[in-house]
């Protein structure tokens, strides 16, 4: 069976490292997984990637034989993750999960029977691990990650619930929006005392249940900060940053 070397590097508590894509390009997704990359994970949420955009995104992810696809979904709904997965996508991150029965819910569509009531029927889930239909729905629940968001403030009153879900892969902190559910000033880039202790609060939910964390990062300061405070899925950048950042560093640079 194919591993899923996100998860295999989580348990053995190494971080993974990947980029996370808010330009629907295949292109770009093409030059991005020849990189020593972990994963890249295919924002449907804040980015204008389309379905179609989000199947070929996953096929060049998954043909470039290094990097594994990871898909955030647009909303958690049984039809997003169904749609994730039957493309292929080594797993998907569920936005906004506020509570044990809304993580509950996001493990059951990610699984297949006995363990939870997803369908299957794809023709294309398996090309990413190199199966058939028939080997990829028997090793499906134990490849496919399943990952829920907590991002705002409701959801710190219910950590146990959430990270005692059975069979959650992985908890995935989006820190802009859980500053702005907490009254802070992300933006303002001043560290945050009060966020701080939150991701603390969280991590230590983590440990206690033995879940791996993830946080997403803006930048690769950040992301080494995080990988030493315990998170251990960690994009190093985000794709728009990447090429803003450098085309305005050669502007720079001729001007020098």
């Known amino acids: ?23 629907p390009s295949v292109h770009s997704v093409r030059l991005l997984a020849r990189l020593p990359l972990d994963f890249m994970i295919i924002d449907m949420e804040h980015a204008p990637t389309s379905l179609d955009n989000m199947v070929a995104m996953v096929a060049a992810v998954g043909e470039a034989g290094g990097p594994q696809p990871v898909v955030r979904l647009s909303q958690s709904s049984s039809e997003n993750i169904k749609s994730a997965l039957d ?44 199966q058939t239909p028939a080997e990829n729905a028997k090793a499906s629940n134990e490849q496919v990650m399943a990952a829920v968001q907590v991002e705002n403030k409701l959801a710190l009153d219910h950590l146990d619930d959430i990270f005692s879900t059975p069979n959650l892969d992985m908890v995935l902190v989006g820190p802009l929006d859980l500053s702005l559910s907490l009254g802070l000033d992300f933006f303002s880039g001043q560290p945050s005392p009060i966020l701080e202790e939150a991701l603390q609060t969280i991590l230590a939910a983590g440990r206690k249940h033995h879940v791996p964390l993830g946080i997403y990062c803006p ?4 992301a080494r900060k995080r990988i030493a405070q315990g998170f251990l899925f960690v994009n190093v950048i985000m794709d728009t940053t990447a090429l803003v950042e450098g085309v305005r560093q050669a502007i720079r640079a001729s001007e020098a």
């Open 87 to 130: 493309a292929g996508a080594a797993g998907i991150i569920a936005p906004m999960v506020n509570s044990g029965e809304e993580a509950a819910q996001v493990v059951a569509w990610c699984k297949l029977p006995p363990i939870g009531s997803r369908s299957f029927g794809s023709s294309y889930a398996g090309l990413t691990w190199g």
């Open 219 to 222: 930048n690769p300061e950040v």
């Open 1 to 23: 069976m194919a591993a899923n070397k996100i998860l295999q590097k989580m348990r053995n508590a190494q971080p993974a490292r990947g980029v996370w894509l808010g330009i």
